[in-house]
């Protein structure tokens, strides 16, 4: 990549800027007028412009700066990671994946970026609404909100009715309040789409014993 971009780049994108009310919270003391501008300080103002858009809610234009700034500077984690969440926050899945995708690239061990990846992931799998019922239900769950797990986890399976996941949850669910019948009917909606797996045979058979 060249080291160098022209200032004829930048020109047209500040005087976009300078044209809207955004200018009055964008800061341009630095001078525009240079012949040349570093590669990494134009991905820096790229981001600056992009992060003060997505600020004030105009997040598809802030796409565009971002996106600038990562094929000025590609290593620049930190506009690969605004890039990514505001995709997501616009609803552009696929485009977020990939956004998130390149941010482990730079930074394997970045565990916000690998929440929000395996999120986008299970939206596309499963549906955004059904996955986010799901994971409000394992929260439920996990807190011992049982009557509000199930309600969640029944919620995620009306919106995908093959949603693996929420089957087991909710078995699970059933089988700590006690309620075996309906633990057995989940788990094996469960098994149904995932027969190989031993922990579910394992509690299927619990659930069964424990029914008599």
């Not at 409000?136 to 797990?149: C, I």
């Not at 029944?154 to 700590?176: C, H, V």
């Not at 098994?191 to 619990?206: G, H």
């Amino acid at each position: 990549m060249l080291k160098y971009k022209k200032a004829i780049l930048v020109l047209p994108l500040l005087f976009l800027l300078l044209a809207t009310p955004l200018a009055q919270a964008v800061d341009f003391e630095q001078p525009v007028y240079s012949f040349d501008v570093p590669a990494e300080g134009y991905a820096q103002v790229m981001f600056d412009q992009g992060y003060n858009l997505y600020q004030v809610g105009r997040k598809e234009e802030a796409i565009q700066f971002f996106v600038e700034a990562v094929t000025a500077k590609p290593n620049f984690t930190k506009a690969w990671f605004w890039l990514a969440r505001t995709y997501q926050e616009e609803g552009m899945i696929d485009e977020a994946i990939w956004a998130w995708q390149k941010v482990l690239g730079l930074e394997p061990d970045n565990s916000q970026a690998k929440y929000f990846l395996e999120k986008c992931q299970n939206w596309k799998k499963y549906g955004k609404d059904a996955w986010d019922n799901y994971e409000q239900g394992y929260l439920k769950f996990e807190s011992k909100d049982y009557p509000a797990a199930i309600g969640l986890f029944r919620q995620a399976i009306s919106l995908n009715p093959n949603m693996d996941k929420a089957y087991y949850w909710l078995g699970m669910t059933y089988f700590e309040i006690g309620d075996y019948h309906n633990a057995i009917w989940a788990l094996e909606k469960y098994l149904s789409l995932q027969p190989n797996d031993k922990t579910a045979q394992y509690w299927l058979k619990e659930a069964k014993a424990r029914a008599k």
